[in-house]
Structures are given as structure tokens and as C-alpha cells.
């Protein structure tokens, strides 16, 4: 990774923990890492549990970040929470267009950009989820689709508030799977995101923006998926509602940082 960029290492939690679980896993995080600085670490819990963790983390390093967000700022979307409600719980990110959101709900390229500009507006760093199907990448399509997921999503993003976003590539085959993208194959596709953010938003702003992997990272597979250029962290499923493994995870980025 460059020495510009500051590692993320993010953990989504997905649709488990309750608010005192998850409380308990966010004390764990912040005793072992809530006081170092080299590399940024960051909660994502369920919506319900925003609170509590948010009070675990406060006075500590560690971020928070949501799952998802509606694009509206309020009204009448029963079962929808805003950007403006995330920013008053202290969460600094948000997880946009995950490939859960896009198979299971429906999101398309519009709504995640609706939705990033929005997180963008109320001062919330989106994490950006893009990546191919295995489908995909077994007809040759990575790059295709990967520019469509990226271009529909940033569409009218100025280069200034894109220094705010976060992208994250998960091979949608890789998630939850065991399976990994070797370190080259994802160093391949991060490189080409960051071709794609030079062409949108300029080159100088393209190097600031983070790139995480997400799909199996794991501490076994966490160092030699890190240690590629254009690879600035890591979004973690499975691997973050343990602490030891996530510590594993954190821990080589640190590694990595000095
Ligand atoms: P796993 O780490 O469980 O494969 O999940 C990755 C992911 O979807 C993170 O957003």
C-alpha cells in the first residue's frame, strides 16, 4: 500500500449481534486497539446495536459505521434510517451497495448512488461495495462490470468529496465462502478501480481514496492480501464477530504500517 494511505480495517457484522453482544465485542476491540493510531479500525454493526456500541467505542480509536442508510433525509419510509440519524449515533461510515443489498433487496447502481451522495452530504464516509458474480468473471466480464458498479455509483461526485469515500472490491463469489481472491488477482482489480477513480476524479485524489478487499479475509490470508499496492484494508464478514480473528487481522496491518 502506498504510505499515503492509512489502512481501514472495517468489520461488518452483518445481521448478528444484539446491542449488548455487540457492546461486548466493540470493549474487546477498543482494549486492544482503541489507543493506537496506525491504522483505522472500524465496527459495523446492526442497526439496533448502533447505540450501545457507539457508547463502547466513544473516548477510543475506534470508528463506527452502519450497514446501510435511505437516501432521504426523513418521512415517510417505514422502516428506513437516514444519514442524519447514523451522524447522531457517531458513526463516521456507512456500507453502501453490498452485494446482500444488491441480490437480496434490489439496489442498483442508482439507488447506491443516490444513497452515497446523501452519506456524502451529511458528512458520512460511504464504504462503496462493488464486485463481480463468479458468473461473471468465468465469461470474462470483471472489468465491465466493476466500471458499471463504480461509474453508476460516483455519477456527480465531485473530486473533493470524493477524498471522503471509501471503495470496497468483494468478489461476490468470495464472500462468506472460504473462498479468497489470490493477492494477485485482487491487486489486478484494485489497480483497475484506481484507474477508474483517476478517470472520474484525477489522479492526485485517486491515490488518496482506500481500496479494501472483502471476501474470506481471514489472519491466516490477511498479510499477503494487504501487502499488495493498491489493497488499503479490509472489509470482514465472518472474521470480525471473533475477536482474536479480527485482532489477527488488524494486527498485520499494523505490521504492515511500520
Ligand atoms: P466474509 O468475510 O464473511 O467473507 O464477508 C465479507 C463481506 O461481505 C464483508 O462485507
Request: some cysteine; glycine content about 8%.
Amino acid at each position: 500500500m502506498s504510505t499515503s494511505r492509512k489502512y481501514l480495517i472495517a468489520g461488518n457484522w452483518k445481521m448478528n449481534l444484539n446491542a449488548s453482544e455487540g457492546a461486548d465485542l466493540a470493549s474487546q476491540v477498543v482494549s486492544m486497539f482503541g489507543h493506537q493510531t496506525e491504522v483505522s479500525v472500524c465496527v459495523c454493526p446492526a442497526f439496533t446495536a448502533l447505540e450501545a456500541v457507539s457508547n463502547a467505542v466513544n473516548e477510543s480509536n475506534i470508528r463506527l459505521g452502519a450497514q446501510n442508510m435511505h437516501f432521504e433525509s426523513s418521512g415517510a419510509y417505514t422502516g428506513e434510517v437516514s444519514a442524519e440519524m447514523l451522524r447522531h449515533l457517531y458513526c463516521n461510515f456507512v456500507i453502501l451497495g453490498h452485494s446482500e443489498r444488491r441480490q437480496y433487496f434490489g439496489e442498483d447502481e442508482v439507488i447506491v448512488n443516490k444513497k452515497t451522495k446523501a452519506a456524502l452530504a451529511a458528512n458520512l464516509k460511504p464504504i462503496v461495495c462493488i464486485g463481480e458474480t463468479l458468473e461473471e468473471r468465468e465469461a470474462g466480464r470483471v472489468n465491465e462490470v466493476i466500471k458499471t458498479q463504480a461509474e453508476g455509483a460516483l455519477a456527480g461526485i465531485s473530486a473533493e468529496q470524493a477524498e471522503n469515500l471509501v471503495i470496497a472490491y468483494e468478489p461476490v463469489w468470495a464472500i462468506g465462502t472460504g473462498k479468497t481472491a489470490t493477492p494477485e488477482m485482487a491487486e489486478e482489480v484494485h489497480a483497475e478501480i484506481r484507474c477508474l477513480l483517476a478517470s472520474l476524479f484525477g489522479e492526485e485524489t485517486a491515490e488518496k481514496v482506500r481500496i479494501l478487499y472483502g471476501g474470506s479475509m481471514k489472519p491466516g490470508n490477511a498479510a499477503e492480501l494487504l501487502a499488495q499496492k493498491n489493497i488499503d484494508g479490509g472489509l470482514i464478514g465472518g472474521a470480525s464477530l471473533k475477536a482474536n480473528d479480527f485482532a489477527g487481522i488488524v494486527e498485520a496491518a499494523i505490521k504492515l504500517s511500520k
